[in-house]
């Protein structure tokens, strides 16, 4: 939680330091900003979660309501299901997304992995959750080994 909140004031210092005395952004400059494509802007705009005026033909967002939107906006790691978080991180809980960083994997490899029998995951509503003695088993198993199997044929060739 403080992370991300260090993160989000070391994300507006750079929009200052940017944009310079700017508070008003164009639909590219906020969709750049947000690291989303045009089309998730327009959406936010048409579905009320995202304040901007249209200016005759050009649509114009307050930096100020921007950063509010970044702050509202929808995020896996806050998800619940049953009332309980679903990637609950303290607890050993983490998503397909996260294990694939951890592991520095593609998340489609986790994906078949999962559906392959290779790694052990729980399906909560529409989502994948891991355990991370899950993710150990995992990684000693297949990720260990193939990296193994790799170093043995470069030795060989």
Same mark, same amino acid.
């Given at each position: 939680?403080? #992370?991300?909140?260090?993160?989000?004031? !070391?994300? #507006?210092?750079? =929009?200052? !330091?940017? =944009?310079?005395?700017?508070? $008003?952004?164009?639909?590219?400059? +906020?969709?750049? $900003? /947000? /690291?989303?494509?045009?089309?998730?802007? &327009?959406?936010? $705009?048409? =579905?009320?979660? %995202?304040?901007?005026?249209? *200016?005759?033909?050009?649509?114009?967002?307050?930096?100020? *309501? %921007? @950063?509010? &939107?970044?702050?509202?906006k929808y995020s896996r790691t806050k998800s619940t299901f049953d009332g309980e =978080?679903?990637?609950?991180?303290?607890?050993?809980? &983490? !998503? $397909?997304?996260?294990?694939?960083? @951890?592991? /520095?994997v593609p998340a489609q490899k986790l994906y078949y992995a999962t559906r392959a029998?290779?790694?052990?995951? !729980?399906?909560?509503? +529409?989502?994948?959750?891991?355990?991370? #003695?899950?993710v150990k088993a995992y990684q000693e198993s297949y990720i260990s080994k193939k990296?193994?199997?790799?170093? #043995?044929?470069?030795?060989?060739?």
């Amino acid at each position: 939680m403080i #992370e991300q909140k260090n993160q989000d004031a !070391s994300k #507006e210092e750079h =929009l200052v !330091s940017v =944009l310079g005395n700017k508070k $008003i952004v164009s639909i590219t400059e +906020a969709a750049k $900003i /947000n /690291n989303v494509t045009r089309q998730a802007i &327009y959406v936010a $705009i048409k =579905l009320k979660k %995202l304040k901007a005026t249209k *200016d005759t033909s050009r649509w114009m967002i307050n930096l100020d *309501d %921007l @950063m509010d &939107y970044r702050k509202q906006k929808y995020s896996r790691t806050k998800s619940t299901f049953d009332g309980e =978080l679903l990637f609950d991180n303290r607890k050993g809980f &983490y !998503s $397909i997304n996260q294990v694939a960083k @951890m592991l /520095n994997v593609p998340a489609q490899k986790l994906y078949y992995a999962t559906r392959a029998g290779y790694l052990k995951a !729980s399906r909560k509503g +529409a989502a994948w959750v891991i355990h991370n #003695e899950d993710v150990k088993a995992y990684q000693e198993s297949y990720i260990s080994k193939k990296a193994s199997k790799k170093q #043995e044929h470069i030795q060989v060739g």
